[in-house]
Every structure is written in C-alpha cells, then in structure tokens.
C-alpha cells in the first residue's frame, strides 16, 4: 500500500487511517516479535540521569533506558522494516522492495532485504551526505539519487516501483511497520518486569513521523494499561505538539531544522489518529537541552545515541510542565526509548562543544 503524503500543512482526521489503526492490535505486535530477528536490546538504568531528574522535577524518579542505538543497523527501524518484508508473498518479494528516505529507514529497508535476498531500491536525495550513501549501498541495495525535495523523492520512488514492481515500504504509515516498531514496547514492558520493578507510570517516545510512538502506544495500553504514554519532540519541529492540541494534523514549515534531524519529518496519519486516542501529552524541548541530554548520554552511559534519541531524555530532564505532571501523578518509573545511535562522531564533537560555554 503507498500512502501519499499531502501537500497542505493543515489536515483533518480521516476516517479511513481511523480504521486501518483499528486493525493494528497487540496481536499483531506479538506476532511481528516472534517473526522478526533483531536484538532484544537491553535496558539500562543510571543513577546521575535519576538524581537529574529527581532534581530538576522536586520528585523521585528513576528512569528505564530502552537501548535502540545498540540495534541492528544502529536504530529502532530495522524492527518495522523486517516485518514489512518478511509479510510480503513470495511472488511480491521477487520483484523487491523501495522507498525513500536519508537516513535510518533506508538502512534498515536495505538489511531487511538483504536477510530475505530480494532486491532493495532506496531514492536519497543527491546532496545526502556520501557516508550515508555509502551505508546503504553496503546493505546491498540499490540507490538512486533524485533532487532534494519531497517532490523529487516520491516522484523517483513512485517511478521506481512502476518500473521494478517493487513494493514501496513506507517509513511510518504502515501497519506492518508500525506493529513492528511495537516490539520495542513490548520488549521494554517485559524487561522492567524481570528487573523487579513495579509497572511502569510513564513512557516517552521521540516523535517523528510517528511510526515508533503509534506501535508503542498500542503495546504499551494493551500491556500495561495504567503506564501513560507521552511523546517527546524538538521545539524547532513541533507538528506533533501543535497537532494534538490543536486537534488536527499540522506540518512542519518547509526549511524547519532541528540537530534531531531523524524528527524532521511531520505526523502520518496514522500515527496522527494514536496521537488523538491515545496518547498521554506531547512535550518539546529545545536545542541546548537536546544536546546536553546527549552529552550525558554518552558520558555518563558511554553509549552513543543520535541527538533524535536524546529528545526524550532532554523532556525527563528539564521540561518544566514535564516535571510539574511528574509530582502532581507521582510519576516515578519512567521508561525511555533511546532510538537510535546513527550519528557521525565529529559532528557530536562540535555539537558538544557548542554548548560548553553556555
């Protein structure tokens, strides 16, 4: 199925995603995880990012880090990407798969591929930085190269698949990628149990185009239906926080930025009718606290997560209307999905120094 994005910045709810959500269950989820094979990545805990939190809220809180950076292809993606071909019929997955995309998606669509041994053809835009280019290609998919827009990037992905037969996998609004991506729910619900804590009383889920928060969601209420949901979002691109309480589904201004550059990307729709029903509250932060919480991150945990996967830590961290929610629900266990560790080293170099004087 190819869900087209539309070129107006203001939507309304659609009946149709509504129902396709409706067919997204935790059965679904519980089936994608005992199909796919990725890393049941480990969750970690910290004691300075708990004495932090503790802090700067005026409440005791201990924090539950889902590891996604140490995945597969270094991200949460590759979760959803292997579901979505690994249910594709064997006549479909003859012809291969395609999409667009820049940056985690493309690597995880290309190793997905490559497992089941179907061809991959992945449209980058051609200024898209040549490590990134260079990473997909070692997956072993094809990369073709269109103008950087999202025009461009549709268009040669629409032309590919007419000329291929290939199936356009789409990064989020997709239900058998996003009851992939649950899996990471399910897992992290699973793990607190057997550390010995009691049921999680929140989640954060960085938000981007909403794939990761509408699996999540679902795992997390059916599971553990007390645990609110929240997403996490940078303040330079915040759709989903204007979308939810505006009640209807907004975009990004073209040119937007934000050093969380894998939450770049507006609401789907889908994601957008999980964000209505059934998510808890959406927070922002800025770029100084974005990059302070990765800083942390990796000197603290010594692990490398992507200024995306820091956007969570930084709303635990200091989100003011954030820490006024944690004292008035006596929210104290607190999981994180750390999403992704797909970050080039010299420039987290400089975004770390960028803030040293500040």
Same mark, same amino acid.
């Given at each position: 199925m190819v869900l087209r994005s539309c070129a107006s910045h203001r939507f309304s709810p659609l009946p149709f995603f509504s129902q396709l959500l409706d067919m997204i269950t935790i059965e679904d989820i519980q089936a994608a995880a005992a199909r796919i094979d990725v890393h049941r990545t $480990?969750?970690? +805990?910290?004691? +300075?990012?708990d004495s932090l939190a503790s802090t700067n809220s005026g409440s005791p809180v201990k924090l539950f880090l889902k590891c996604e950076a140490l995945q597969k292809t270094g991200s949460f993606k590759i979760r959803g990407a292997t579901n979505a071909v690994a249910l594709l019929s064997d006549a479909d997955a003859l012809k291969g798969v395609v999409t667009h995309s820049s940056g985690n998606h493309a690597q995880a669509l290309a190793s997905a591929a490559k497992a089941r041994g179907i061809p991959a053809y992945v449209v980058m835009p051609n200024n898209s930085p040549a490590v990134k280019k260079a990473a997909v290609r070692g997956y072993g998919a094809h990369v073709v190269e269109?103008? $950087?827009t999202q025009e461009g990037r549709e268009q040669t992905a629409a032309q590919l698949a007419k000329e291929t037969g290939a199936t356009f996998i789409h990064p989020f609004n997709n239900p058998n990628v996003i009851a992939g991506q649950g899996t990471i729910a399910l897992e992290l619900v699973g793990q607190v149990a057997t550390l010995g804590a009691a049921p999680l009383d929140a989640l954060i889920v960085?938000?981007?185009?909403?794939g990761m928060l509408s699996g999540s969601t679902i795992a997390t209420k059916a599971l553990s239906p007390l645990t609110r949901v929240f997403a996490a979002e940078p303040e330079n691109v915040n759709d989903a926080f204007r979308s939810f309480y505006g009640k209807e589904r907004l975009t990004n201004a073209i040119g937007a930025r934000s050093v969380a550059d894998g939450l770049l990307t507006s609401i789907g729709e889908i994601a957008f009718s999980v964000v209505l029903d059934n998510v808890d509250g959406v927070f922002t932060v800025t770029e100084e606290q974005i990059i302070r919480a990765m800083e942390l991150?990796?000197?603290?945990m010594k692990i490398c997560i992507e200024p995306s996967a820091a956007v969570g830590v930084a709303v635990a961290l200091y989100n003011d209307k954030f820490h006024r929610l944690i004292k008035e629900e006596k929210l104290q266990r607190i999981g994180i999905i750390l999403s992704g560790g797909n970050v080039d080293i010299s420039q987290a170099a400089k975004l770390f120094a960028s803030?040293?004087?500040r």
């Open positions: $480990p969750v970690f +805990t910290c004691e +300075t990012l269109c103008e $950087p960085p938000v981007g185009g909403g991150v990796w000197g603290r803030i040293q004087h």
